[in-house]
């Protein structure tokens, strides 16, 4: 079964840090960019991150710039998403995506995208 599986969510305060993962099963993740998406309640879905297969192209939503950064280890089959300096309105489920890798895909912020994962809970708050 091809499936992406989200970790490392949870609880912290403004100011604080988080380190999101995303392992794949059933599927090698280095021929395909990755993207991070996130969803808060009441709001539609939108790109957070994007790495190129390669790794060496990133990009970032500018709510975000500065404070997260993508990163990816082909050898475990995983992409990071280290999350400094946290906000409260950073909170939201948060989502990994697989799309296929063109030169255009990361630049289009990993969408399409042909799998996605079930989302892990990022909530910030005093």
């Known amino acids: 079964q091809l499936q992406l599986v989200e970790s490392g969510g949870g609880s912290v305060q403004p100011g604080g840090s988080l380190r999101l993962s995303c392992a794949a099963s059933?599927?090698?993740?280095?021929?395909?960019?990755i993207g991070w998406f996130r969803q808060a309640p009441g709001k539609i879905r939108e790109g957070v991150s994007c790495?190129?297969?390669?790794?060496?192209?990133?990009n970032y939503a500018d709510s975000v710039k500065g404070r997260f950064t993508i990163s990816r280890d082909n050898a475990k089959n995983t992409v990071y998403l280290q999350m400094n300096s946290l906000k409260a309105e950073d909170t939201a489920i948060y989502y990994c995506?697989?799309?296929?890798?063109?030169?255009?895909?990361?630049?289009?912020?990993?969408?399409?995208?042909?799998?996605w994962g079930q989302g892990t809970q990022v909530t910030v708050s005093s």
């Open positions: 790495i190129s297969s390669s790794g060496g192209s990133t």
């Open positions: 995506a697989a799309a296929p890798p063109s030169v255009t895909a990361v630049q289009a912020m990993c969408i399409p995208y042909v799998y």
């Open positions: 059933g599927f090698t993740l280095d021929n395909y960019a």
